[in-house]
């Protein structure tokens, strides 16, 4: 229960003056609803533009520790596409790159195109990364063509 400034008389919280003295009393603004998390600090943007920051790293890491929607569904968009793109790039690199080690493909032949489509995944997942980051800062919830109806299935919408 609030107390009057003046002369110190209990007044109830919607008072707008003491019934005491008559002292107008400070109103008391209502707790704003703010778009920080309680646990991290993190702005919802910035939050969201850091669950891409490591790829499907801090993608998992956010999406286990927030609990806000947009967050949650850029957490699971950033699991989703950039583990994909990780788990790709292995697969592509095994048979182009260590298998051109031990002699698979011509030797040369296989490596040369191996090194072209591995070259075109990485800047296709640098373009990718730095355009998420980006609407993700901008509050956009860009949803990409193949995983972003994963991403919001795992999100929960």
Known sequence: MPHC????????????FCQNCGQPQPSVAPASVSSTSARSGLSENAAALLSYALGWITGIIFFLTDRRPMVRFHAAQSIVTFGGLHILRIVLGMPFGVGWWFGGFGHWGGFGIGIVLLSFLGLLTFVLWIICMVKAHQGVRLKLPLTGDIAENIAGR
């Open 5 to 16: 400034t003046k002369c110190g008389a209990t007044v109830s919280e919607d008072a707008g």
